[in-house]
Structures are given as C-alpha cells and as structure tokens.
C-alpha cells in the first residue's frame, strides 16, 4: 500500500531541496527520520515534518505498522515563483525571483511488496498468451502474400490462354 503526503508552496528552491533525498531514499521510515533531525540542512526538519505526517497518514488511514514503512519515492517538483521588485540605480527595477517546490513522499509497505510479487506472477502468464495471439496476425500475413502468389500465377495464366488464343485466331 502506497501512502502519500505532499507540501505545497515551501518556499526554498527545488534544487537546494533534492540534495537532502539521496539520504533518505530507500530507508526505513524511522531510520530517515532519525538521518533528518540530525542532518545539517535548514531544510532537513520541514522534511522531517512532512516524513512524520505521512507516517500519520499511513497508521490512521491505512492501519499499517509504522515499522514497516519505507520511503518508496521523495521528489520535489517547482512550484509557483512569486516576481517581486528591487530597486536599482537611475530609477531602475530589477526582478527577484522568489522560487517555491511542492514536495511529495511516498511510503510503502514492506509487507505489502511480497504480497504483490505473488500477484504480479499471473500476469505474466497473460503476457505469454498475448505473445501468442500477436504471433498469429503474422502467420495470417504470410497466407496473404502465398495468396497474393497464387493470384499472380492465376494471372500469369491467364495472360498465357489470352496469348493462345490469338494464336488459334
């Protein structure tokens, strides 16, 4: 079961925020949560805070264990810029772009991911079976083309009786 929890309009830049993912990607909910809260970043307890409310999310919504959390996913995508003004010399205005990213957590179950390895085996069957069906319209092609030969030698015979019999006239 795949839970999420997103945060909208944080107001750093999406790229200062993606260099903290890379360690926490893939580990434990409890694990990432200890990793933020003694990370250097300014940015590490905001998402600390988000990784806290999925966790929330996923006991109270889903009842899942909260020891058998990880984090599947973290991005965070660009948001809204605000454009603001700063003045410069000669009564000029320069622009400031104040950069916002939504930032969306994925948790999932470990549990849950055997559980759907088990599944996942019957359609593979299916694919098998598709295989097949799709390597039929091909077989069928090849009796098109024997019969557009067949065509071709009933034409070629046909243009030989014509020719006999301008040859009987």
Same mark, same amino acid.
């Given at each position: 079961?795949?839970?999420?929890?997103?945060?909208?309009?944080?107001?750093?830049?999406?790229?200062?925020?993606?260099?903290?993912?890379?360690?926490?990607?893939?580990?434990?909910?409890?694990?990432?949560?200890?990793?933020?809260?003694?990370?250097?970043?300014?940015?590490?307890?905001?998402?600390?805070?988000?990784?806290?409310?999925?966790?929330?999310?996923?006991?109270?919504?889903?009842?899942?264990?909260?020891?058998?959390?990880?984090?599947?996913?973290?991005?965070?995508?660009?948001?809204?810029?605000?454009?603001?003004?700063?003045?410069?010399?000669?009564?000029?205005?320069?622009?400031?772009?104040?950069?916002?990213?939504?930032?969306?957590?994925?948790?999932?179950?470990?549990?849950?991911?055997?559980?759907?390895?088990? /599944?996942?085996?019957?359609? %593979?069957? $299916?694919?098998? @079976?598709?295989? +097949? !069906?799709?390597?039929?319209?091909?077989? #069928?092609? =090849?009796?098109?083309? /024997?019969?557009?030969?067949? %065509?071709? $030698?009933?034409? @070629?015979?046909? +243009? !030989?009786?014509?020719?006999?019999?301008? #040859?009987? =006239?």
């Amino acid at each position: 079961m795949k839970v999420q929890a997103r945060l909208n309009r944080y107001r750093r830049s999406a790229q200062k925020v993606r260099e903290i993912f890379p360690v926490i990607k893939g580990l434990n909910a409890m694990d990432a949560l200890l990793q933020l809260e003694y990370s250097k970043r300014g940015d590490a307890l905001d998402i600390k805070k988000l990784l806290e409310s999925a966790v929330a999310n996923a006991i109270n919504n889903f009842k899942l264990k909260k020891e058998d959390l990880f984090v599947e996913n973290i991005l965070a995508e660009e948001g809204k810029t605000m454009k603001r003004w700063r003045p410069r010399a000669y009564g000029r205005a320069a622009r400031i772009l104040k950069r916002t990213c939504d930032i969306i957590i994925t948790l999932e179950d470990k549990n849950q991911d055997a559980e759907e390895g088990a /599944e996942q085996e019957d359609p %593979s069957i $299916d694919k098998e @079976k598709e295989t +097949k !069906e799709a390597k039929k319209p091909a077989i #069928e092609k =090849k009796k098109l083309v /024997e019969d557009k030969k067949d %065509s071709s $030698d009933v034409k @070629k015979a046909s +243009k !030989e009786v014509e020719t006999k019999k301008k #040859e009987d =006239k």
